[in-house]
């Protein structure tokens, strides 16, 4: 069974930083894509950033490039999302997601972890 498993959420003020980590139960190199996925309530699910072609490419959305990198460790079979100068708007329940089909869109990913909470305060 796979598992996705996402640690390194919390609590931080407007300019902090988080790493958020996600753990997979297999051989992350067995997956396309790894992303991260975001989601605030009342609002829909935003891709973040993933990695493809096992972790040496990256790709980041706009509305955090500049601030948020992603890198993958195959040693660890983890894939994590380094977020700096973190603002209000950053709140959201922060999701990995992995996809083993062989495109990177946000409906081909077919592993969700449980999420982990991100707050920033003012």
């Known amino acids: 069974q796979v598992q996705l498993v996402e640690s390194g959420g919390g609590s931080v003020q407007t300019g902090g930083s988080l790493t958020l980590s996600c753990t997979t139960s297999?051989?992350?190199?067995?997956?396309?894509?790894m992303g991260w996925f975001r989601q605030a309530p009342g609002k829909e699910r935003e891709r973040v950033a993933h990695?493809?072609?096992?972790?040496?490419?990256?790709y980041i959305a706009n509305s955090v490039k500049g601030r948020f990198t992603i890198s993958q460790d195959n040693d660890k079979n983890s894939v994590y999302l380094h977020m700096n100068a973190l603002e209000p708007n950053d709140t959201a329940m922060y999701y990995c997601?992995?996809?083993?089909?062989?495109?990177?869109?946000?409906?081909?990913?077919?592993?969700w972890g449980q999420g982990t909470q991100v707050t920033v305060s003012s």
């Open positions: 297999q051989y992350i190199e067995a997956y396309y894509c």
């Open positions: 990695t493809y072609n096992r972790g040496k490419i990256t």
């Open positions: 997601a992995a996809t083993r089909t062989g495109t990177c869109y946000t409906t081909a990913y077919h592993y």
